[in-house]
């Protein structure tokens, strides 16, 4: 190929147009005639290109022998129950820190011996426990029986209300808590906040007022039964607070108030009840409130960090 060009060499196509070299096509014919291997004719089929090399995973392999969870990628985990086949699959995001973070060498450990659940979680056995226990209190007032005298509508009632025992009882809690003096009971303050945080409360009502929520709590909390009874306790169960099953009882009597009473068509008192948990307590839960204990304890407690911390600071 003859070039009659400047002395240095064209960097572009524009700047080779600008001088006398040949058209593009002729010289790419040129190249194509003395280097055959690096323009296949098209006939001939390109050979398929490598697949690309995997990319390394985020998080590094963990020992399942010596670590507390086993990931499974970046956005699940399973949890490993106290070496048991239950397996739990949690959606939640974790740092390498909570994968490889050893309770049972922690400040976490004695829970796994003390607490009821014999774990580090609360455990289905424990829930079902729990909603046994307290749905036993309830079903050992005869107001319950006077309240719904059917059979059948007080068991399609005790299943319903085992479907929400969980944030039936995260609310509790969290309202019990805001008594500095006694946070392990509702008193009167707290059931009135609660009214009112979650929209129970209706002036306009015949039967919700709050004088009416008022009325509801000091029923309630009235002690008929067996006076024998553990629940009974006044050291357990005081005056003019509730407990859990007393609260249980009271949201069924609201359920029944604020919505079966009015109803322009039938309603059974689950059908109330369910109202109220869906319309009322469900919504005010919220990431500061009602939370969840294992998701506090996933994403919260069980690190190194606040590990060392309580064992630096707190002298535990």
């Known amino acids: 190929i003859t070039v009659d060009g400047p002395c240095h060499p064209p960097y572009s196509l524009e700047d080779m147009n600008k001088t006398s070299l040949p058209p593009t096509a002729n010289i790419l014919a040129a190249l194509q005639s003395h280097f055959p291997d690096l323009f296949p004719p098209p006939s001939r089929p390109r050979p398929p290109a490598p697949p690309p090399a995997p990319k390394p995973s985020a998080l590094p392999t963990v020992d399942v022998a010596n670590a507390q969870f086993v990931v499974t990628g970046e956005d699940k985990i399973q949890s490993i129950v106290e070496k048991k086949k239950e397996v739990v699959v949690v959606e939640t995001k974790i740092s390498w820190e909570q994968a490889v973070f050893k309770r049972h060498k922690s400040v976490f450990a004695p829970r796994h011996k003390q607490c009821e659940a014999r774990s580090y979680w609360d455990t289905k056995q424990v829930q079902k426990t729990q909603f046994d226990k307290t749905w036993g209190c309830l079903n050992s007032k005869p107001a319950l029986k006077k309240l719904i005298p059917e059979p059948k509508q007080l068991q399609e009632l005790k299943a319903c209300c085992a479907l929400y025992i969980g944030e039936m009882s995260r609310i509790f809690e969290d309202y019990c808590s805001l008594d500095e003096k006694d946070p392990w009971h509702l008193g009167l303050n707290g ?9 129970i409360t209706d002036d306009k009502s015949k039967f919700v007022k709050q004088a009416d929520l008022d009325t509801l709590h000091i029923v309630a909390n009235y002690k008929d039964g067996d006076k024998k ?88």
């Open 191 to 199: 059931w009135s906040k609660f009214c009112t945080d979650s929209s």
């Open 229 to 316: 009874a553990k629940h009974m306790d006044k050291a357990i169960n005081p005056e003019r607070s509730q407990t859990l099953f007393e609260f249980l009882e009271i949201l069924i009597r609201v359920g029944i108030a604020k919505y079966v009473k009015v109803s322009d068509e039938p309603m059974t008192p689950v059908q109330g009840y369910q109202t109220l948990m869906s319309e009322n307590v469900l919504p005010i839960i919220s990431d500061t409130r009602g939370i969840e204990a294992d998701a506090f304890r996933i994403t919260r407690l069980y690190f190194e960090s606040v590990d060392n911390y309580l064992k630096e600071e707190r002298d535990f």
